[in-house]
């Protein structure tokens, strides 16, 4: 036998035994995840980012309780974390990618409306469907317009119901906020995230479509294409300061501005989870208590608006799901896990972290209470989930309607960006191609252009950077911004302070209050010009024009590329124009980091 | 050479018990595919009472939609075994199998023992819509009157925000059909019906309206109103779970109805003949009995679970249409989805 054959047969036993035992424990922890001791089955869930925290608690509760040994057999269930629209994605592909981690056994997305989305999917490749029918749900949280008090209060709130039409008039009229006696609020902004990345958005914009319709049933592609229904939708994306791909960032934003006091002035309401509101008014923005922290009310609370024309629920059902990779023993120790949720302490716990739980025999109490701005006894009415068909074209029909963007791509090719990120690709290789990619997701009457930055640049080796494509609508530029990626080459030093200021004062003397102004700025290193070295004076500049009533925000948003980035640095400066900093420090990341960045226009 | 040899019957011997322990893992630990136990198949409506009774380890149990089974004996051919040998549903889906399987010229594979339990269709009405709907229905809501005014506007009936929304269960659950059939006896106010009467043009109107208005659900509408009250306005159910999740239902919470006729499930036993329908019938009528009462359904000489109206006298019979017009309002409903 020669040596190959004998290590292909040892490969074999193997694989053999660790099929057989399931136990995971020959050293993969992708992700991060526990070793599942001997003997045990693995239950792999993958779980929407807002309910992690809460069943990685349950599950390590779980583990450790007899009900995770019931019938002599031993269940393990490890949690991984998986945004709704990615792992759809990722299940429907056959989760061949390792890099989402093991194969799940349970999937649970913030919304069924995602199960169907996956089973559509399959379908359409001839597959059968993943996500059965009759899933339970874990939790329930219902999409909540949320708004500081003071502005609900004079729209009327608590007495007078207020929806999408409402909201719309008021954004519409110019004389926004004056015109219910607070000019010092100025126009109304809507806060909303990205249909095509969030659940909450996903919802917004279904409630949003259905309210231009009168409708909470059976919206249709006719009622997509009405003119009239376009037209409302339109007017309510005028109304957006940004997009992007998580509500943290608004959340985030509205905290620090609270603390400055200018909460009134960043946005006037956010399309977010009912949670969110709770987390918010505790003072703990982001929903994550870290060690030592101490949450700090803000100033001014929000409340929970549940639109009078309908909202959606985010019911995050518990699919055992059907996939081919899914054993028989995994599925009785998923049954095992479900039942461990459902019951009463389980669910009690759920309710802490501001979810409803999904068995009925918890009642809804604190912390969803009035005292915390939300209402349990709300929504009175819901809105249902359009048919996978109809759900496909309003997120493609959004893509038109959406606030149009004045973007500015600012690339730093500072010599570092020639360092190999992976074999045989330079940083700047990768960061083109990834650039060059998101163009994809600007429509046509978008306004894109291209500058890079380094020291040395221009016929005289004397510019710090160098606009190669001016700023016009994108659908003309489009090939022209490529081509001129694709023949960028590292140069000199980083520029960065000189360069973010120059950026936003360019954009800010050019500011089209019909579009969402920005700043994309990638960089691979920290400021290395002597000439202009100060971070408060590059902050103070920034921040002008973002705040006070008669503002024209420029919103800056930095991707810190590769781990020479200053990533505390650029947060800052993305703070300073109530933007976010992007972290690409792993270079093999960039292309969905460009992707999320492009999410906010 | 003779250690070469001792090690590859070692390694093969490896792969094989690798194999065997996979197979036991996979089936639960029991032996080979199913170890000789008999098989039970249930309605997803007593899946809770087949659990426990799979728990005893005697029986293998399955629960998939009454619909799945139906279609799969239905489908069985001459000489060919069936593939269960027990079939935990409620009546008169053992008759529809037969039924259709007579329809094709093949002999009954099924055959429905006594009833087991019951339990009423019931109309679960919620608390803050349920002033403003009698009083659209002239007096206290029923099933005809739910259709006629499906997805019409509560400011319009003095209610609220909103439109009327309906549910049932899918026409292809057990409790789903029991529901559909209560409400079409309700729309004819008899039970004695053809399927000639599914053609009557004020049938299909207000069938048509109520589909419309009623979202399509995968699950158990009565489930979800329980814990989203603003999910639905009033949906059909089965007591043995609608009882206890109104129960402990959020506010506003749903109010029960027993809409004239009072139709039932009733559970039935139905066994084939592959050889453990003895063994199945034996486990049921004991230990399946009691395990039924606790759910929720109503079993004589066992006391009512908590949420259930003591005060109700059920009919002698189920109060149902005929199964063949049954199965053929499933039909109907199915494809007006």
Redesign the interface.
């Known amino acids: ?1 020669i040596p190959f054959r004998r290590l292909a ?1 040892a490969a ?2 193997l694989v ?2 660790a ?4 136990t995971g424990s020959n050293g993969n922890q992708a992700g991060g995840l526990a070793d599942v001791p001997k003997g045990c ?1 693995a239950v792999d869930a993958a779980v929407s980012p807002e309910k992690f925290e809460v069943l990685t608690a349950l599950a390590a509760e779980f583990n450790q309780s007899s009900a995770a040994k019931a ?3 031993c269940t393990f269930v490890r949690i991984q974390k998986a945004s709704s629209g990615a792992a759809a994605m990722a299940l429907a592909a056959g989760w061949r990618d390792e890099a989402n981690g093991p194969q799940p056994t349970v999937w649970s997305p913030a919304a069924s409306s995602w199960g169907a989305v996956l089973n559509e999917r399959l379908a359409k490749q001839g597959q059968a469907a993943m996500a059965p ?5 874990i939790q ?1 949280t219902p999409l909540v317009l949320a708004m500081p008090k003071p502005m609900a209060e004079a729209l009327g709130w608590p007495d007078t ?1 207020i929806g999408f039409a409402d909201l719309l008039a008021l954004s519409q009229d110019p004389n926004g906020w004056a015109s219910k006696g607070h000019p010092e609020w100025g126009k109304f902004k809507l806060g909303k995230t990205n249909p095509n990345f969030s659940t909450s958005a996903l919802s917004a914009t279904i409630a949003q479509y259905y309210a231009a319709t009168g409708k ?3 919206l249709t592609l006719e009622n997509l294409n009405d003119p009239k229904v376009q037209a409302f939708a339109k007017a309510v994306e005028s109304a957006v300061v940004h997009y992007g791909d998580i509500t943290l960032t608004f959340l985030n934003n509205w905290y620090r501005n609270d603390q400055r006091g200018t909460a009134l002035t960043y946005v006037s309401a956010v399309a977010v989870e009912e949670k969110s509101v709770i987390d918010y008014n505790k003072g703990n923005p982001d929903g994550i208590t870290d060690p030592g922290e101490r949450p700090r009310p803000p100033k001014v609370p929000l409340v929970a608006i549940y639109p ?1 024309e ?1 909202t959606l ?1 985010s ?1 995050s059902p518990y699919y055992v799901l059907d996939a081919p990779w899914v ?3 995994e599925k ?1 120790g998923a049954r095992a896990f479900e039942q461990f949720v459902q019951q009463p302490s389980s669910q009690r716990k759920v309710l802490q972290y501001g979810f ?6 918890v ?2 109490t604190d912390p969803i209470s009035k005292v915390n701005g939300v209402d ?7 809105l ?1 989930v359009p048919s996978p068909e109809v759900l496909a074209a309003l997120i493609d029909r959004w893509s038109l309607d959406r606030k149009g963007a004045r973007v500015l791509i600012v690339l730093d090719i500072s010599g570092s960006m020639g360092e190999e990120a992976k074999s045989g690709t330079t940083k700047l290789e990768l960061a083109r191609d990834a650039a060059s990619a998101a163009l994809a997701e600007f429509k046509d009457d978008d306004q894109v252009g291209l500058r890079v930055f380094s020291t040395g640049l221009g016929p005289g080796e004397n510019e710090d950077f160098q606009d190669l494509v001016p700023i016009g609508p994108i659908g003309a530029n489009r090939e022209t911004i490529r081509a001129k990626l694709q023949s960028l080459v590292p140069t000199n030093g980083t520029p960065l302070y000189t360069v973010a200021s120059n950026s936003q004062q360019t954009m800010r003397q050019a500011y089209d209050p019909s579009r969402i102004n920005a700043v994309l700025l990638l960089t691979d290193g920290r400021n290395e010009d002597p000439r202009n070295s100060s971070l408060d004076a590059t902050l103070a500049a920034l921040r002008v024009g973002t705040e006070g009533q008669a503002v024209s925000p420029v919103r800056l948003f930095p991707i810190a590329y590769g781990k020479g980035a200053d990533l505390d640095v650029l947060e800052q400066m993305a703070e300073a124009t109530d933007a976010k900093a992007y972290d690409a420090s792993d270079p093999s990341t960039i292309q969905n980091v460009f992707a999320n960045v492009v999410s906010n226009f | 050479m003779a250690a ?1 040899a001792l090690a590859l019957l070692a ?1 093969v011997a ?2 094989v ?3 065997v ?2 197979g036991r ?5 029991a032996a080979g595919s199913g170890g000789g136990k008999p098989r039970l198949v249930c309605a ?1 409506e007593l899946e809770a009472v087949c659990t426990a009774l799979a728990a005893g380890g005697k029986v293998e149990v399955t629960v998939e939609p009454a619909a799945t089974t139906a279609d799969t004996l239905s489908k069985v051919g001459p000489g060919e075994e069936p593939p269960l040998d027990g079939w935990l549903v409620t009546a008169p889906w053992p008759d529809i199998v037969n039924q259709n399987r007579q329809r094709s010229g093949a002999a009954a594979v099924v055959s429905a023992g006594p009833v087991l339990a019951r339990s009423p269709a019931v109309l679960a009405v919620r608390g803050d819509r349920k002033a403003a709907l009698d009083k659209a229905c002239g007096g206290t809501a029923g099933w005809k009157c739910l259709g006629d005014v499906a997805g019409r506007s509560w400011s319009d009936l003095g209610g ?4 009327v ?1 309906p549910g049932h269960p899918p026409a292809g659950e057990a409790a789903g059909l029991t529901v559909l059939g209560a409400a079409l006896a309700g729309f004819f106010g008899t039970t004695d019906l053809s399927r000639e009467n599914l053609d009557d043009p004020g049938f299909r109107a207000w069938l048509d309206r109520l589909e ?2 009623a ?1 399509g659900s ?3 509408p009565i ?1 979800t109103m ?3 009250p ?2 639905y306005d009033a949906v059909g159910a089965i007591e043995a779970e609608a009882g206890p ?1 109104v129960a ?5 919470k749903p109010v029960l109805l027993y809409p004239d006729p009072v139709a039932t499930a009733d559970v039935v036993l139905a066994t084939t003949t592959r050889g453990g329908g003895p063994a199945v019938s034996s486990l049921v009528s004991g230990t399946g009995r009691s395990l039924l009462a606790g759910n929720g359904w109503r079993v004589p000489a066992h006391p009512l679970a908590p949420g259930l109206r003591a005060d109700l006298k059920l009919p002698a019979a189920s109060n149902l249409p005929d199964p063949g017009v049954l199965e053929a309002l499933r039909r109907r409903v199915e494809q007006a989805r």
């Open positions: 036998m047969l074999l036993l053999g035994l099929q057989a035992c399931n089955t019938g002599g057999k029918a009759g899933a339970k749900p329930l119901p909470q049933s059976d009078k309908g629920f019911d054993t028989q023993a009785n409803r739980p999904g068995n009925p025999q009642p809804v349990p006894g709300q929504p009175q009415t819901e249902r | 070469r390694a490896m792969v018990a690798a194999v322990v996979r893992i996979d089936d639960g630990g997803t609220g925000g909103g439109q929304t419309r208005a979202p995968d699950g158990s489930a329980a814990v989203r603003s999910a999740l402990t239902a959020r506010d506003p």
